[in-house]
């Protein structure tokens, strides 16, 4: 289990304007994985998202962005307890659906796009929980090797020769 000082540092770091230096999916896989074991955990990654989105101005936007994203992920993939403490501060969230802090309008309707999601995933609940089920399946088929997506068919085997097979396939040619 990771210190508070280390999950806070990976969470600035994967909202930070400059990148992450490192497999970003792999830290922000640890991070909602460690959040499954203790609270704490939670209660830190949140902390960072929630600062990253008040000091989401001007140029900062990618902060606001890039929290957004991470609340994505922790809504869908991580404890039910997520939901609660992003519901307590849908204010935030609400907020960021009319973001106008940014000159660049691409940026603008990114930030918005996001916020507007999180905000109906919110409101939603049905449609958050069916989100929910769908990822922890595709996780569990993953996990142990069923998914459909994956098996490999056997080779058809054919008792013809080219010619004759060619004939079958087009017969007007």
């Known amino acids: 289990m990771r210190k508070t ?3 806070r540092r990976c969470g600035s770091s994967l909202t930070s304007s400059k990148g992450f230096s490192g497999n970003g999916r792999a830290a922000l896989s640890q991070m909602i994985e460690d ?3 203790t609270s704490h955990v939670l209660v830190d990654v949140m902390s960072v998202i929630w600062t990253r989105l008040d000091d989401c101005r001007g140029p900062m936007w990618k902060h606001g962005l890039l929290a957004l994203q991470i609340l994505k992920k922790v809504l869908v993939d991580g404890p039910l307890a997520a939901i ?6 849908i204010d935030k969230i609400r907020a960021l659906k009319s973001y106008t802090e940014t000159a660049k309008h691409s940026h603008r309707d990114e930030v918005q796009a996001i916020a507007k999601e999180i905000y109906n995933l919110l409101v939603d609940r049905a449609r958050l929980f069916r989100l929910r089920r769908e990822e922890a399946e595709k996780r569990r088929q993953i996990k142990t090797g069923t998914s459909s997506a994956v098996k490999r068919r056997a080779p058809v085997r054919l008792n013809m020769g080219f010619k004759n097979l060619h004939q079958a396939l087009r017969p007007g040619s």
């Open 5 to 7: 000082d280390d999950i």
């Open 35 to 37: 959040s499954h074991e």
């Open 84 to 89: 609660c403490e992003a519901t307590d501060n």
